[in-house]
């Protein structure tokens, strides 16, 4: 099992950047899969991106593509999501996430709102 805890969210003007955090304790970080979602009021849960164990492999929504970047430190428990060029339709609650063998855990999340 792994608990995640986000950090880095807030308010930020559009064009700007903010990088979140993601740090996960429990065993066996570097066997996770890890990855951001995000979920705006009133819209479903939706995929932002995600890394393979050892960062060797990155998705990314079309929506983000370009302007994040996704990476993990395994020495340090610790998954990050790099925003830049930000889009007040960036503005949502994101959440880290682990998955390994269809199990999945989520983070409570933070705040990130892009004003124009």
């Known amino acids: 099992q792994v608990q995640l805890v986000e950090s880095g969210g807030g308010l930020v003007q559009a064009g700007g950047s903010l990088r979140l955090s993601c740090a996960a304790s429990?065993?066996?970080?570097?066997?996770?899969?890890m990855g951001w979602f995000r979920q705006a009021p009133g819209k479903e849960r939706e995929f932002v991106a995600t890394i393979s164990w050892n960062g060797g492999r990155t998705n990314y929504a079309d929506s983000v593509k370009g302007r994040f970047t996704i990476s993990r430190d395994n020495a340090k428990n610790t998954v990050y999501l790099q925003m830049n060029s930000l889009k007040p339709e960036d503005t949502a609650v994101y959440y880290c996430?682990?998955?390994?063998?269809?199990?999945?855990?989520w983070g409570q999340g933070t705040q990130v709102t892009v004003s124009s």
């Open positions: 996430n682990a998955e390994r063998l269809s199990r999945n855990y």
């Open positions: 429990g065993r066996s970080f570097s066997n996770y899969a």
